[in-house]
């Protein structure tokens, strides 16, 4: 059965490229994107991307990916620090969620160390740049038994 996994992008990675490169790298959100769909190519995964600087928007990419998602790969950015109206979506929809960070957030601004959405994710991975997102796709592929020993990982 074919999985659906919602990469998800929050406000200011439409601006990776040119945002800050010391801390972001010079990687697009289209080079992300086009390397998670490359990644899931073997796989029978239907994967979907959609980035947005609006809280609400974001709200409702959730939402809708009720429908049709069994995972989410999320870097909510700034809001990660603030949002609980995304915190109580993620909870909601009960769909598991990886928070995403490209940066080492724990070692920026104190104010970066404090998630609201990390605590009611699967998991969090962060300071492994674009590579983060690749290994949130793969722990949802170990999760289902796509990839790797799925007797070792419990569901
Ligand atoms: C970020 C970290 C956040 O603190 C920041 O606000 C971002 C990007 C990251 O990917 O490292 O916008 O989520």
Redo the contacts with the bound molecule.
């Keep these: 059965m074919t999985k659906g996994i919602l990469l998800l992008h929050?406000?200011?990675?439409n601006l990776l490229g040119t945002r800050q490169p010391e801390?972001?790298d010079r990687i697009t959100l289209a080079d992300i994107d086009a390397a998670a769909q490359e990644h899931v190519t073997a796989y029978p995964i239907d994967l979907r991307a959609t980035q947005s600087n609006h809280e609400g928007a974001l709200i409702d990419s959730l939402h809708e990916a009720r429908d049709w998602a069994h995972g989410v790969v999320f870097?909510?950015?700034?809001y990660?620090?603030t949002s609980l109206a995304l915190r109580d979506a993620i909870v909601a929809i009960e769909i598991p969620v990886i928070e995403?960070?490209?940066?080492n957030?724990h070692g920026?601004e104190a104010f970066?160390h404090k998630s609201l959405l990390a605590g009611v994710c699967l998991g969090q991975i962060?300071g492994f740049g674009w590579q983060g997102y690749i290994l949130a796709v793969d722990a949802l592929l170990r999760r289902w038994g796509l990839l790797g020993d799925a007797a070792a990982i419990p569901n």
């Design positions: 929050g406000p200011n990675l801390i972001y870097n909510p950015g700034a990660t620090h995403v960070h490209l940066s957030v920026r970066r962060a």
